[in-house]
Nanobody, 118 residues
Framework: QVQLVESGGGAAQAGGSLRLSCAASGSLFRINTMAWYRQGPGKQRELVAS????????NYADSVKGRFTISRDNAKNTVYLQMNSLKPEDTAVYYCKTQDTFTRLDYWGKGALVTVSS
């Protein structure tokens, strides 16, 4: 079992910044890639960014490239999402997600609400 807990959500104005954190605990040897997803009002959940186990490989949705940065500190078992130049369309619940490399079972956090006002 793996537990994921997000923190750092909140309100920001357009053009502002926020940083999300995702702390992982449990059977950490079973996980590798970590990712951030989001679900905006009336929208489907979408992948925002992902990062490999060692942190050397990252991927981003086109909508956030150049504005968001995903990183991880394996010593702290924590993944971060630095969000800059925020836009109202970034308003969403942001979820941390990983997968058990043995069973392919997905683990999700409970989500962190980010609200961006214009």
């Amino acid at each position: 079992q793996v537990q994921l807990v997000e923190s750092g959500g909140g309100a920001a104005q357009a053009g502002g910044s926020l940083r999300l954190s995702c702390a992982a605990s449990g059977s950490l040897f079973r996980i590798n890639t970590m990712a951030w997803y989001r679900q905006g009002p009336g929208k489907q959940r979408e992948l925002v960014a992902s990062i490999s186990g060692g942190g050397g490989s990252t991927n981003y949705a086109d909508s956030v490239k150049g504005r968001f940065t995903i990183s991880r500190d394996n010593a702290k078992n924590t993944v971060y999402l630095q969000m800059n130049s925020l836009k109202p369309e970034d308003t969403a619940v942001y979820y941390c997600k990983t997968q058990d490399t043995f069973t392919r079972l997905d683990y999700w956090g409970k989500g962190a609400l980010v609200t961006v006002s214009s």
